[in-house]
């Protein structure tokens, strides 16, 4: 197994310029989440998703769109890349077991100039 | 609603032993859970500890949880400079969903030889 794999690993936007992550699992997870890590603050839930077709927001999801078309794919969108959205994100997927291990992927780092 | 925290910087030297700790606020957490960053690379699980015990040990790792004081510690026995990495703390309540899970901040943990 890959586990949950992310692409790309670095990138760098011009403010307003559209991208998308993409993350992807083989696991067979049905709970997969987009976090963003930026110095002093940990990790904060952008999106995630509890199975194929279905998405919620989470902590900090403005400026971010995600869709979930299959059980493997979630995708992260930026529509209009800001300098606040500078960060590392990272992608996690779990089971759907009340045990709430989540497998990571090894992040993307995103700068917005 | 749910904070944890954690302070950003520990340093030890090699062989000692390092306590990393975390405070959470939040009463109905069931699972608290240690995750580490090594540099580059996406979080893993480390251990865990259900909110009915007081004690997990775990080879050089111990796990201490005061529910009354809601208080968390990781204790590294022999610390390595392998062990140098960032450790979040974080909790969850027992539904299990991908939007429960809150993280610290992370500490940072300089292994100095």
Redesign the interface.
């Known amino acids: 197994n890959a586990g949950v794999t992310q692409t790309p690993k670095f990138q760098v936007l011009k403010t307003g310029q559209s991208m998308t992550l993409q993350c992807a699992q083989d696991m067979n997870h049905e709970y997969m989440s987009w976090y963003r890590q930026d110095p002093g603050m940990g990790l904060r839930l952008i999106h995630y998703s509890v199975g194929a077709g279905i998405t919620d927001q989470g902590e900090v999801p403005n400026g971010y769109n995600v869709s979930r078309s299959t059980t493997e794919d979630f995708p992260l969108r930026l529509l209009s890349a800001a300098p606040s959205q500078t960060s590392v994100y990272f992608c996690a997927s779990k089971t759907g077991n009340t045990f709430n291990e989540q497998f990571f992927g090894p992040g993307t780092r995103l700068t917005v100039l | 609603g749910e904070d ?1 925290e954690q302070s ?1 910087f520990l340093s030890v030297r090699e062989g000692d032993s390092s306590v990393i700790n975390c405070t959470y606020t939040d009463s109905s957490s069931t ?1 608290l ?1 240690w995750y580490k960053q090594e540099p ?6 480390l251990t ?1 500890i259900f909110s009915n015990m007081d004690m997990k040990q775990d080879q050089r790792l111990t796990v201490l949880l005061n529910k009354k004081d809601k208080h968390l510690s990781l204790r590294i026995a022999d610390t390595q400079t392998g062990d140098s990495a960032i450790y ?1 703390c974080a909790e ?1 309540e ?8 809150t ?4 500490t940072q943990l300089t292994v100095l030889p």
Do not use: E, I, M
């Open positions: 944890v950003l699972y859970y580059g690379a996406g979080l893993q699980l865990y979040f969850s027992s539904s299990g969903s991908a939007r429960q899970l993280f610290g901040s992370g």
